[in-house]
């Protein structure tokens, strides 16, 4: 099972984060990687079973959400090679704050697994998270990571 | 801080007790206990968000709902005494469901705490989910408890 | 990812059934299956680190051990065919107790996950751990299930 | 039930901060609150059972160990006032790593709860964690908070 793992911290307290990826439907916060969100389907985004299409391309569900524990997880349903639905199955994604107590800022966490017969997909979603990870860290001030994650695979 | 836990088996397979039990706004399986479910404000049975009016007295809202997990969180906003919000506060419900593989039943685990300075609380709780507990098994064929709970508290 | 998920009711209050299982070292309740437990290395049976090998060919090792939660998870590092290092990778299992209030009993919920580039090893793991469960059940004066498992591809 | 939460960054690989800390019995990497730390009884620093007791005055027990998870949880079963067995009780803490990818630093979230009549112990418990974590921190190299905590009230 492949599986993908990346985190930062966000130069912000964990309820600003939260408000500004809160909604299901709302990527505005992570430009340089998402082009488009379009809702699909009934249901706001909030809504476990609520639908969302990414530049296009990429297919959501929202499959569990948490305010109290300010976690989202979702299925991605389908997806532009490697990770269409002919190559990978039974992804879910997982994205979860964290306060740090200690200044005042936030330990965001982003997860995902799948099945596949080959880990093509994973040096791919590793960039994709990375970069919406620094985009959400740059929204609140943080300076871009000096090895900036190239994009160019990624459909926008 | 108070807290309570029931569990039960239900004689019925997992995909079958949630579907039963998986619309936030749809109490009809626990006719013992609950007369009424009103839907409160916007957002459907899956949305987080989502409000009900159980009986006329009790206010919850569902604040993490998961599909995958068969698991949904609230928060009793309100109720009698002496669960009113004078009493009692910050409390939260947790209703979860797990395959019994064996013989294809279910594990039914129902949990709640809240914060007070009595325990007042706890044995009226306890009342209340052992019915709905109860209620839901029965509702697939199991026979009510030898020593059936007495609900002439709950308002109803 | 292959997985299995095994589960059973067990006619017994969950702290008697957590004094049965709870040392790692001790496998004398599941007789079906085990012919041997043999303590590797240092370490008792509640000590994250210590190492058993069972009927001589499986060799576990203790990974996460709580007692509050009555729960205990670790690694299978080696087995015969088709669990052997050779074949598979990664290998996690997780044995969990759960309170059935309601009439004072326990739910078992055993499940594992590996790594492998295939699913041979569901079939005999998920064997081996619906002995281990009907076994455990058993102990406890529970009826055989109908359909007993067939242990022949079990070494022992 | 009176809970406390404190969390930091620390400047190191999370590998390198478990090793630090993933003995129970060794806490010479918090040389300003904890001036002695004893093995009590049996078992070993990743044995669940083993006892602490710390600068003479509060005995901890160890109770879940995960390995794979970076995460222990203990009860503190006497301390000094205003945490002592007379005025508390049911304390359970938690200390948990998980990896910052974006820079290969290490959240570091530690968490307790307990029973009690009152909140007296709030304050006194997070000054008590908040001084851990920063020698943790300052053990590999970040600098002390700005506003130091005053920890003349912990014994010591």
Same sequence: chains 1, 2, 3, 4.
Avoid at 10 to 37: K, M
Avoid at 50 to 73: E, H, K, P, V
Wanted: charge should be negative; include cysteine; aromatic fraction near 10%.
């Amino acid at each position: 099972m492949p599986k993908v793992y990346n985190s930062i911290i966000v130069p912000a307290p964990v309820d600003a984060v939260w408000s500004r990826i809160r909604d299901f439907h709302d990527f505005s916060w992570a430009p340089s990687l998402v082009t488009s969100c379009e809702k699909v389907g009934p249901g706001d985004g909030n809504t476990v079973g609520a639908r969302r299409r990414l530049n296009g391309a990429f297919l959501d569900t929202l499959i569990a959400y948490s305010s109290i524990d300010r976690r989202m997880t979702y299925s991605m349903d389908d997806g532009p090679s490697p990770v269409s639905s002919s190559e990978i199955h039974d992804y879910v994604g997982d994205l979860h704050l964290l306060p740090v107590t200690a200044d005042n800022t936030t330990f965001v966490e982003w997860s995902a697994a799948w099945e596949s017969n080959n880990t093509d997909a994973v040096g791919y979603m590793n960039e994709a998270y990375q970069s919406l990870l620094a985009d959400l860290s740059a929204g609140f001030g943080a300076g871009r990571p000096d090895q900036p994650a190239k994009h160019g695979k990624i459909p926008g």
